[in-house]
């Protein structure tokens, strides 16, 4: 059984930063590619970002490119997303989420396992 759970979200003023977390057990963390989703009040799921199982590729929806960063560490099973220059529109609950692929989707169809999320507000 594998587990996520996500933290460092929080209320922040248009243009301030947040570094949200995830947390992996239950199995080999760097069999995983890894993904960052997020879902806005009556909107479907979005995906944000992406990153390999290596962590030597990582992929961004155009909407955050430039202002957020995914990364990972395998050593302490922890996937981050650095959240830069945050705007009114990227209030949300944001989902971590593990595949059991090499690189990378978009999909929320091809992970496997989710967190429960960790709401993210920006107020203007």
């Known amino acids: 059984q594998v587990q996520l759970v996500e933290s460092g979200g929080g209320l922040v003023q248009a243009g301030g930063s947040l570094r949200l977390s995830c947390a992996i057990s239950?199995?080999?963390?760097?069999?995983?590619?890894m993904g960052w989703f997020r879902q806005a009040p009556g909107k479907e799921r979005e995906f944000v970002a992406a990153?390999?199982?290596?962590?030597?590729?990582?992929y961004y929806a155009d909407s955050v490119k430039g202002r957020f960063t995914i990364s990972r560490d395998n050593a302490k099973n922890t996937l981050y997303l650095q959240m830069n220059n945050l705007k009114p529109e990227d209030t949300a609950v944001y989902y971590c989420?593990?595949?059991?692929?090499?690189?990378?989707?978009?999909?929320?169809?091809?992970?496997?396992?989710w967190g429960q999320g960790t709401q993210v507000t920006v107020s203007s």
């Open positions: 989420a593990v595949g059991f692929m090499a690189y990378y989707s978009t999909s929320s169809r091809n992970y496997d396992y």
């Open positions: 239950g199995r080999t963390f760097s069999s995983y590619a």
């Open positions: 990153i390999s199982r290596s962590g030597g590729i990582t």
